[in-house]
């Protein structure tokens, strides 16, 4: 079994930073995939950001430039937020994709940090 831990949500300015951490534990191999994904109010929820522990990334347009994803060690990673907007707001989750020893492989949520953006 694994454990998923986010954190660092909050509330920030237009044009302010923030960066979200995921921490996993438990019974793994390794994290081969880390996504972190958005939930608007009213809306689904969406993929941002995305990489692999081979170092391929992927981000939605809208955030390119201003968001990095980052695998930060063994069984942590992040997601560090510059130049926010109003728009970026939601309920973030992280989601990582786990080898638990050589052959079982699964995908764990984190709980969900807020994010707000606002004046």
């Known amino acids: 079994q694994v454990q998923l831990v986010e954190s660092g949500g909050g509330v920030v300015e237009p044009g302010g930073s923030l960066r979200l951490s995921c921490a996993a534990s438990?019974?793994?191999?390794?994290?081969?995939?880390m996504g972190w994904y958005r939930e608007a109010p009213g809306k689904q929820r969406v993929m941002v950001a995305v990489?692999?522990?081979?170092?391929?990334t992927n981000y939605t347009d809208s955030v390119m430039g201003r968001f990095t994803v980052a695998m930060d060690g063994r069984n942590a990673g992040s997601l560090q937020m510059n130049n926010l907007k109003p728009d970026d707001t939601g309920i973030y989750y992280c989601?990582?994709?786990?080898?638990?020893?050589?052959?079982?492989?699964?995908?764990?949520w984190g709980q969900g940090t807020q994010v707000t953006v606002s004046s």
């Open positions: 989601n990582l994709g786990i080898l638990e020893g050589l052959t079982t492989y699964n995908s764990y």
């Open positions: 438990g019974n793994i191999f390794s994290i081969r995939v």
């Open positions: 990489t692999t522990r081979g170092g391929h």
